[in-house]
């Protein structure tokens, strides 16, 4: 999956607003403007479309991380200047406070089946006999059950404020 896709996705997801994104790029340390936001957003076919590179996306999630869960010790995590799933999903996990059945449930929901001991082979080191690249796919099939997840609760939310 690209780095844009990605982007637009969890702003999707999150239901973010053009301030909230500048506001977690700012808690990631690298503050954007709002026409940087705008260009990331934009299709590929667009004129002012801007590729969002791997320490871009890192910094999003590092302040998705910052927002959602708090700075670590006072201090702002240092953006990758390489990301793959892997990171991504690992990044996703701090974010939300997710645990692996929770995930396993989000890629299930999203029309994929995986079993929680194939989900630790993508937190582990690269390194380790037991290590697994997470594929698009995989990516792809999480973002989608977290989706569906994030639309179910604001249905809930909904009914609830009416009634």
Do not use: W
């Not at 793959?84 to 692996?100: E, G, P, T, V, Y």
């Not at 929901?109 to 290590?131: C, D, M, N, V, W």
């Amino acid at each position: 999956m690209d780095n844009n896709d990605i982007l637009r996705r969890l702003r999707y997801i999150l239901n973010l607003s053009d301030d909230a994104m500048i506001d977690m790029y700012k808690k990631g340390g690298a503050p954007v403007t709002r026409s940087e936001i705008s260009d990331y957003l934009k299709k590929e076919e667009h004129p002012d479309f801007e590729e969002v590179v791997d320490v871009n996306l890192a910094t999003f999630l590092n302040g998705a991380i910052v927002n959602y869960r708090g700075k670590k010790d006072g201090e702002t995590p240092v953006a990758e200047e390489q990301l793959d799933n892997n990171i991504i999903l690992r990044k996703l996990k701090i974010a939300f406070n997710f645990k692996s059945d929770e995930i396993v449930y989000l890629i299930k929901l999203g029309g994929q089946q995986i079993t929680e001991t194939e989900l630790s082979a993508f937190f582990r080191r690269p390194s380790h006999a037991k290590y697994k690249y997470c594929n698009d796919q995989y990516l792809r099939t999480f973002l989608k059950g977290f989706q569906i997840q994030r639309d179910k609760q604001r249905k809930a939310e909904a009914r609830k404020k009416d009634s």
